[in-house]
């Protein structure tokens, strides 16, 4: 599971610069497979080999509720980051702001960085003595824009987040299923996990869970167990305004980083959202197994076509997740529910399923043979062989003679064609190409 740092502050200090230089995006997160919506919430980033979650709290606007929206970003970030990068403005000084959040932090118990932003050089570190009349020991001088002690401020970064305490893994989950409940807010995700735990009385006990102290949720249903992956965080219930939604995300990033298949709920009355698909996107980012539920569908007007449409539309706007099953229900009244839970069975078992090296072989030999890869620079591009290395989901390495001629559309085609002749059709499958050692090409 990666840690999740996230930056916090007041509007226009810097925080998106920062974001997307520690991410190396630009405007916005683009992902290469075709449909997945992505806005600026989150971006993964590597220093020194330390992989961590960046969650970017920006994107406020001036206005009477401006004050709220700080505090709101800046309780999300306690609860939900491992580390959290305060961002100051050198330029502008302190503001009321400033000092607010400051004082917020004083009884956090977690690793907090300091950050003077817009401090182009060395001669502008003099703009620090102000901050540190509130008291601050460390502060670190940074331009985000120019790269000025970023270096610096990672290197401290990563150090600490290399000495986190790792969260132990759940030894009494055993076996048993790990299932998040993502979705936009108001889509039924309290009403689904309070009809599973509550109604049906499938609440069997509470294992203490990552370091936050989140409770996972242990039920039983048809003879089987089921850990609900943060549902104690998930459940909580807040009014939130309609441009503070993205701070769920962090929530949900941490259901996804610990589950094994992620139950996308939707609300059937509203239609499917960009938003809906942004999630889904971070379930595919995160190799989660997913099976999708249009929730509220008692509130759905039907005919006998109103089933397959609602799945058509899903299927054409999140293709990236075509092999994820899907199913109406309604938490109210416990439609469907039931079955829900056969889907996530049919889910885990081709999540956790090893495919034989000489099956492997045999599948995408004939693949190959049935459709060859194009030429690479006038030379044929060769599959030596193919092995799966591991596991939550299924993936495959495949040693070739030009990993980076394998165009994305060929590598789609053989994971479809595995997905035929295995019977993988609802568990994600990764494929990777690598250089056969000893035979490297220019």
């Known amino acids: 599971m990666k840690p999740i740092v996230a930056i916090v502050g007041r509007p226009n200090v810097g925080k998106s610069t920062l974001f997307n230089r520690i991410t190396h995006t630009k405007d916005a997160l683009v992902d290469d497979f075709p449909g997945v919506t992505r806005d600026r919430h989150y971006g993964d980033a590597n220093w020194d080999d330390v992989e961590f979650t960046l969650v970017d709290t920006g994107g406020f606007t001036e206005g ?17 980051a491992d580390v959290i990068m305060l961002l100051l403005d050198g330029k502008e000084g302190i503001s009321p702001f400033d000092k607010d959040i400051i004082n917020l932090l004083r009884s956090v118990e977690k690793p907090i960085f300091h950050v003077v932003n817009k ?26 824009e120019h790269r000025y002690g970023l270096t610096d401020l990672l290197d401290e970064m990563v150090n600490v987040i290399s000495g986190l305490a790792t969260a132990p893994h759940e030894e009494a989950a055993g076996e048993m299923i790990r299932l998040a409940v993502v979705g936009r807010p108001n889509v039924g995700k309290s009403s689904l996990i309070n009809w599973v735990l509550g109604e ?14 989140a409770i996972d949720s242990v039920c039983k249903l048809n003879g089987k167990s089921y850990l609900l992956v943060d549902t104690a965080g998930i459940r909580r219930k807040g009014k939130v305004s309609r441009k503070l939604e993205k701070f ?25 959202t960009d938003q809906d698909i942004s999630i889904a996107g971070y379930a595919y980012d995160r190799g989660c197994g997913c099976v999708f539920l249009l929730n509220k569908w008692d509130l759905v007007e039907k005919d006998s076509n109103t089933v397959k449409a609602y799945y058509e539309r899903l299927r054409d706007q999140a293709k ?69 290395i591991s596991t939550r989901p299924p993936t495959i390495v495949c040693f070739v003679n030009y990993p980076q001629a394998i165009h ?18 609802k568990t994600p499958i990764w494929m990777i190409f690598r250089q056969r050692e000893g035979r490297k090409k220019r």
């Open 64 to 80: 009477d509720d401006l004050a709220d929206a700080v505090r709101f970003q800046v309780h999300q970030a306690i609860a939900d």
């Open 119 to 144: 401090i182009d050089g060395a001669e502008q570190e003099i703009y620090l003595s102000e901050f540190y009349q509130l008291g601050l020991e460390t502060l670190y001088p940074l331009s985000a």
């Open 200 to 213: 049906n009385r499938l609440l069997v006990s509470n294992i203490p869970g990552t370091t936050r102290d």
């Open 248 to 272: 769920s995300i962090i929530k949900a990033l941490r259901s996804l980083e610990r589950c094994d298949v992620a139950l996308i709920v939707m609300d059937a009355a509203e239609g499917v």
């Open 320 to 388: 990236f997740l075509s092999f994820a099953p899907a199913m109406t229900i309604s938490a109210l009244t416990g439609q469907r529910i039931t079955k829900t839970f056969k889907l996530v069975d049919e889910v885990y078992s081709q999540y956790v399923h090893r495919i034989a090296t000489g099956q492997l072989n045999r599948i995408l030999g004939k693949a190959i043979e049935k459709n060859a890869p194009s030429m690479h620079r006038g030379k044929q591009i060769k599959f030596y062989y193919a092995a799966q």
């Open 408 to 425: 994305f559309s060929y590598k789609r085609y053989l994971i479809n064609q595995l997905r035929e002749e295995s019977g993988l059709d």
